[in-house]
């Protein structure tokens, strides 16, 4: 049985679904916008077995984690004072990371939640460092004197979250994060002489941008032909929807293939998005790795059919 966590309106999962379905019938979907009641998790001095929604794990061979998570907390629960759903979250997410863990040691498991939820880039950008693939110089300091200095190396530098873009909603405002953009000398004199931990890189001068899919060792690189925009121009991702960017598959050198498939194995993942940038000089520089990260685009503007081939995959190999 393959058994896939995704959610009713991501795309990929949609379309994959229909292709898994078109091989087999055995293939049991959870969704992340659902609550799935855990029937159980027993573990005994003999062995552990779960049930999930009525889905005896043992009988499961391949789990793709699409998408999201697994829902345990009822609405009811998910819709109480915020300190309790805190608390309650908490414990949920530590179910969560036991049970992928659990799984992942008696089955395949594709794909993870909790490496979507542990996404440092600190650490990804050290990976890929270690791996022999260039990355931007960087500093994440709370110093207004060590960022007044890196401001001073460079011709420009750019900012970007640590983590994960700021969204906090008030009643009648919000604060939202604005992405990547470039450091000026006001916004640095502006700044107290200490601050929140602050992440910034050179800006490097880039021909184009690349977005690489990739399933366990299979990769799917596409260009981003971002610089002719000036909305797109410092990151992809500031984008403009009445003139998106032209995007097409390309081949990456073979020595860059290596480096990229030594680090999704030095990382751990077995799916994810990577994000490079080629510069002037034609030098491939790694930017960061979303675990759970679209697929959909690439697939569509290049011709890859990666949900068809995810399909075969866990029904056939």
Known sequence: MVLVIG??????TNIAMEWIRHYTK?????????YTPLDSLKITNQNCTTKIASIDTSKVEKIWHRRGSIRFLPSTLRNTNSSLYTYLKKEEDSLLKSLEDILGDTKEYIGSYHKEVENYKIDYLLKAKDCGIRIPDTLITTSKKEL??????????ITKDIRYGIKIKAQDSGIYSGGTFVVS????TSMKEHFAPTLVQ????????IRVFFFKTTLYPMAILSQNDSKTSVDYRNYNRE?????VPVLLPKHIEQQILNFIKKSGLSTGSIDLIVDKSDNYIFLEV?????LDWVSKHCN?????NIAEYLVFK
Do not use: A, L, M
């Open 7 to 12: 959610d009713t309106s991501d795309i990929t």
């Open 185 to 188: 000398e006001d916004i640095i």
């Open 202 to 209: 050179e800006k490097i001068e880039k021909t184009y941008e």
């Open 148 to 157: 007044q200095s890196f401001f001073n190396t460079y011709d420009q530098i």
């Open 304 to 308: 890859y059919y990666i949900e068809k």
């Open 26 to 34: 055995n293939v049991k979907r959870i969704n992340f916008s659902d």
């Open 290 to 294: 979303n675990p759970q990260g679209q």
């Open 243 to 247: 003139k998106p960017n032209r995007n």
